[in-house]
């Protein structure tokens, strides 16, 4: 035992952070779950809401302010917390027992709920912690340092950094927020058992030559020789270490002893996790693959694991995406890109896919994929940005995508605009076009940046995340598992929901919040925007009257409710449009215009 606690990794927990931690997680479950009609508050007047517990003893008072899209901007200082009339202190964790049956908490899910909003708090008592950086210092930052500057996670989600499994060392190497160097773990499986897949122009040879070098797989190969094994027998996969130490080296103990699997070691290169926390950007060679591994970690209503069935067609899926981008006039005119998945490697344990059903956590324990690095596309000037980043608010309120408009020089609205063309324009254009979804969220969006003006986009995480809704498109048959079937009233949502409630609200609210750019003018630059593009494909005419983007309403779709439903497995990957949570409808910003 150690005398004192500080070394034991918890000195960022203290009552001052965890009481700002808390008041923060407060203020967005208060906001997203009104948003979401989960809870309905009480006007008090003058901006002033009142919300009460499960059993009316216990009040909650707050300001706030609201937005298009029934959007809360609750003030986070403003909150208070009565029982039978006298104040008492907040804490988070007894918020959610308050609202229990409010929130349709059931007895089997509440407990690992609070788990994950314990961790998401231990997170945000973690990055109080930092050094404070300015939006403005953040904006000209480097790629992974705006990366590793994120404080908020998902907008959406309020637990949405929970990391079930991890321990607080691991968080302190593993969390993107760390911003810890790690060098990922080499298992060599036997061939027999795995399997590989490469994009067009690509082997495997090649792939492990490039991002492991000679030096490295010669020290491989001698490893494997003294336990009279030959290099060449086997596949080598790349591990997260957290995934190596507590779960293969375990569960995978039998595949290890009987040398189905051979542990080499560490490779040389040094990595940062990136804000998915199982994908890794390389530091030390900016221009090399990404890689993403599985990782048995329950994070925001997912184990994070990589099946290795599903891996095969990955880098098939890419070149059929790219290669319908390349040949697109408006996409390349718009600058659009995707950083494709060039190669898959999973390995398969045979008693365990003999044991589960499709699905299982335990056939997505060992897989990885490579995926190219936007790096050596970026022109003089440019620089590279999570889209993420432009919600981001440092702690003086002010946010990244202001910072990005003073930089700029511009007109707020133009600035816009001009971000606007480089992201939602090839979101329009794949959907009337191709009938083709994207799952078009911050973190899945890198921006390209030159002088604080969004040059273009570049999208990411493609094989896990797109969707062809056309049930009578032509696809290769290695492609045909992109194929959705979606009812037609649903479709829009994909622009609707991922693009405007989930990201345009907070991006107008903060800008709004800021005095920045006003709502009125944010929401008549988009609908400009949407009127611009239909403009310039008038042969779509017919699309654009079936799905409407201007239609009066749409329905709500409650990210949230999914998973205070069920938090292990929010939805059903293989019918993701039957596992939506609808509640009423909210009022399209873009219908007035």
Not at 30 to 54: K, M
Not at 266 to 295: C, M, W
Not at 472 to 493: G, H, T
Request: proline share 5%; aromatic share 10%.
């Amino acid at each position: 035992m150690t005398p004192h606690p500080a070394p034991a990794g918890v000195a960022h927990l203290t009552p001052e952070r965890w009481a700002v931690a808390g008041r923060l997680l407060i203020r967005k479950a208060l906001a997203e779950f009104s948003h979401e009609r989960l809870l309905t508050p009480t006007p008090l007047g003058d901006g002033r809401y009142s919300v009460r517990g499960d059993d009316e003893s216990v009040e909650y008072r707050f300001a706030a302010r609201r937005f298009a899209l029934d959007h809360w901007q609750v003030d986070a200082g403003s909150i208070t917390r009565h029982r039978h009339g006298s104040d008492i202190p907040l804490d988070a964790l007894e918020f959610f027992v308050e609202l229990r049956s409010t929130l349709g908490l059931s007895a089997e899910i509440l407990p690992v709920y609070l788990e994950e909003i314990s961790s998401t708090l231990a997170g945000t008592a973690y990055k109080l912690t930092k050094e404070p950086t300015t939006a403005a210092q953040l904006a000209v930052a480097g790629f992974q340092a705006v990366e590793s500057g994120m404080t908020e996670g998902h907008p959406c989600f309020v637990a949405n950094n929970g990391r079930l499994g991890f321990g607080v060392d691991e968080y302190r190497a593993y969390a993107p927020e760390a911003a810890a160097g790690i060098r990922l773990v080499w298992l060599a499986a036997r061939r027999d058992r795995a399997t590989f897949t490469a994009g067009a122009g690509l082997d495997y040879t090649s792939l492990i030559t490039g991002e492991l070098g000679e030096r490295t797989l010669a020290v491989f190969g001698e490893r494997m020789r003294d336990l009279g094994l030959d290099l060449d027998d086997y596949l080598l996969i790349p591990v997260h270490p957290w995934q190596w130490w507590n779960k293969l080296a375990v569960t995978f103990a039998g595949e290890v002893a009987q040398r189905h699997l051979v542990c080499l070691g560490e490779g040389e290169d040094t990595y940062l996790a990136q804000q998915s926390i199982r994908t890794f950007f390389n530091a030390d060679h900016p221009g090399k693959h990404y890689v993403k591994t599985a990782l048995s970690v329950l994070n925001m209503g997912f184990m994070r694991g990589l099946s290795a069935a599903y891996m095969e067609a990955t880098p098939a899926i890419n070149d059929w995406l790219a290669g319908l981008v390349e040949r697109d006039e408006l996409l390349r005119g718009a600058g659009f890109s995707i950083i494709r998945e060039r190669a898959a490697v999973g390995y398969r344990h045979r008693t365990y896919e003999a044991a589960t059903a499709k699905g299982s956590p335990y056939l997505k324990m060992l897989a990885a994929l490579w995926r190219e690095s936007p790096v050596p596309g970026l022109a003089p000037g440019e620089r590279l940005a999570t889209m993420a980043s432009l919600l981001h608010t440092d702690g003086e309120g002010r946010s990244l995508a202001g910072a990005l408009v003073a930089e700029s020089g511009l007109d707020p609205a133009d600035w816009l605009r001009r971000y606007l063309d480089a992201y939602l324009v090839p979101v329009l254009h794949c959907f009337y076009a191709y009938d083709l979804v994207f799952m078009p969220h911050g973190e899945n969006v890198i921006l390209v940046v030159e002088d604080g003006v969004v040059r273009r986009t570049v999208f990411k995480d493609i094989a896990e995340e797109i969707a062809v809704m056309d049930p009578d498109a032509v696809l290769p048959p290695q492609v045909e598992r992109i194929r959705a079937d979606v009812p037609e009233d649903m479709k829009l949502l994909s622009v609707l929901t991922d693009v405007f409630d989930c990201f345009f609200r907070f991006l107008a609210a903060g800008l709004a919040t800021e005095g920045v750019l006003d709502e009125e003018t944010f929401w008549r630059t988009v609908a400009a925007c949407v009127r611009g593009y239909q403009e310039a494909v008038p042969q779509l005419a017919d699309k654009f009257e079936r799905y409407d983007m201007f239609t009066e309403d749409f329905a709500l779709s409650c990210l949230n409710r999914l998973q205070l439903r069920d938090n292990r497995q929010m939805v059903d990957l293989d019918d993701p449009a039957g596992a939506l949570q609808l509640t009423g409808r909210l009022r399209n910003p873009i219908a007035a215009y």
